[in-house]
């Protein structure tokens, strides 16, 4: 009888167990960042600090002297290093395979090539297709980021004129389910032309973008004249690729318009004003030729770091030199002239091989004029703005997630390296393989 009571304990303490849910601690990981300078974005810099961070999240920052180290957070010495807020970068083809560039081919070659039947495409572009079901994660292009400062990343698509949607991401280990911040994000389209396929031209492209819009709308309308009356109307019928651009024409969804040159940028605008938009302009290496226009428009701007110049640019038909002069002193003085201009602008790293590229290029923007506090700006609080994370990320603050890089100097400086990084309050060293 004994046995049977004791049997019978135990199981009404499992169901019990079972029914208030998985176990799991109430707080996670607590760490305590000490005596490090903290370049908030937020405020002036602390110069000697600390940060308590919690469950992922930021619990308290300020001088080391008036903010109290909790009993169970591991501490951390930081003393020589400059704790930063997590770099963003707004556009990325992170965790994608990218087509290998083409050798050129002789007019013989091209026509065999189209003739030839051409493998099922596991993925077409189009308005509906979400990137995250393409990604592949890589450690090494992870770590890249890192050390050059990144916790967070707009990954997009990049094929087509309707590319699909884009996932924002949080770089904080190896599961990409776990890295979601959004998913899916942004409608992309890129004003390019379609390859052995219609519209082959650019005034095909526009009109193709335009024709879905107004059809998109149009869809809407009878989708929701249908649902209000449901009797003495035919339902209209069901558009998978209509459907999926309603929200964007409809419900002001984000749309992100690749420029590739300075009529691009017009041409965007213009789609954008016709169709009340909640849209940015991506790429835009072209946009201090249009500052006045985009100072008047407001519309958001994500600028590559990528500095080689659009391919019908006269910089690249006049020889190798004069395109060699605009990728190292044209093109990387475009943010400059941005932030002169007093245009806001995020920098992103689309086009760029690795993390250490992404730096390579910051500097060289600096170089060419562009303030440290505006790049740095460019990099936190902007992106963080434009992709609506200002409430999450972007400065160090209390109750933001606990993106933090340490550093060992000055974030862009030459000799800086990045020794520890935080991503959703996960804790990444770099502190020996950086010395």
């Not at 208030?20 to 908030?40: E, H, K, T």
């Not at 107004?214 to 009797?231: G, I, K």
């Not at 992404?358 to 992709?387: D, F, S």
């Amino acid at each position: 009888m004994k046995s049977l009571a004791r049997t019978t304990l135990v199981f009404l303490v499992l169901v019990l167990v079972l029914a208030a849910g998985p176990l799991r601690p109430d707080v996670g990981p607590a760490y305590a960042v000490r005596n490090c300078r903290i370049v908030s974005m937020a405020g002036p810099p602390v110069e000697k600090g600390t940060i308590v961070i919690r469950d992922g999240l930021i619990e308290a920052l300020g001088p080391a002297d008036k903010v109290a180290v909790p009993d169970d957070a591991e501490v951390i010495e930081a003393e020589g290093l400059t704790a930063y807020p997590g770099l963003i970068s707004g556009h990325t083809n992170l965790f994608l395979e990218l087509p290998q560039p083409q050798a050129e081919q002789s007019p013989a070659d091209f026509f065999r090539a189209v003739q030839q039947a051409q493998p099922e495409d596991p993925f077409p572009p189009g308005p509906g297709v979400r990137i995250f079901d393409q990604l592949k994660y890589k450690k090494t292009a992870m770590e890249g980021y890192h050390r050059a400062g990144f916790t967070t990343v707009l990954v997009a698509p990049f094929r087509g004129i309707f590319e699909g949607q884009s996932v924002l991401l949080d770089l904080n280990g190896d599961n990409p389910e776990v890295m979601v911040l959004r998913n899916p994000f942004a409608l992309h389209i890129n004003l390019t032309t379609e390859r052995r396929a219609y519209p082959s031209s650019l005034m095909g492209a526009i009109a193709h973008i335009r024709q879905s819009f107004l059809d998109a709308r149009y869809y809407a309308d009878r989708q929701a004249q249908y649902a209000n009356v449901l009797t003495g109307l035919k339902r209209p019928v069901y558009d998978p690729r209509l459907e999926a651009l309603v929200p964007f024409v409809r419900d002001g969804r984000p749309v992100v318009f690749q420029c590739n040159n300075v009529e691009d940028i017009k041409r965007a605008l213009k789609i954008i004003s016709e169709f009340r938009l909640n849209a940015c302009l991506t790429g835009a290496n072209d946009a201090w030729r249009a500052a006045e226009t985009l100072k008047q428009s407001r519309v958001p701007l994500l600028v590559t770091l990528d500095f080689k110049p659009p391919s019908g640019s006269r910089y690249v038909n006049q020889g190798e030199e004069m395109k060699k002069k605009a990728e190292s002193e044209i093109y990387p003085a475009n943010p400059a002239a941005l932030a002169k201009a007093g245009i806001p602008f995020a920098l992103t790293s689309l086009g760029l091989a690795d993390g250490p590229a992404v730096v390579k290029n910051i500097q060289a923007a600096i170089k060419a004029g562009l303030p440290l506090e505006a790049a740095l700006r460019a990099l936190t609080v902007e992106p963080a703005r434009i992709l609506g994370l200002g409430r999450q990320a972007g400065t160090l603050e209390p109750g933001k997630i606990a993106n933090v890089v340490l550093t060992s100097g000055e974030i862009f400086g030459e000799k800086s390296r990045v020794a520890r990084i935080f991503v959703d309050g996960a804790l990444f060293s770099y502190e020996e393989k950086s010395k």
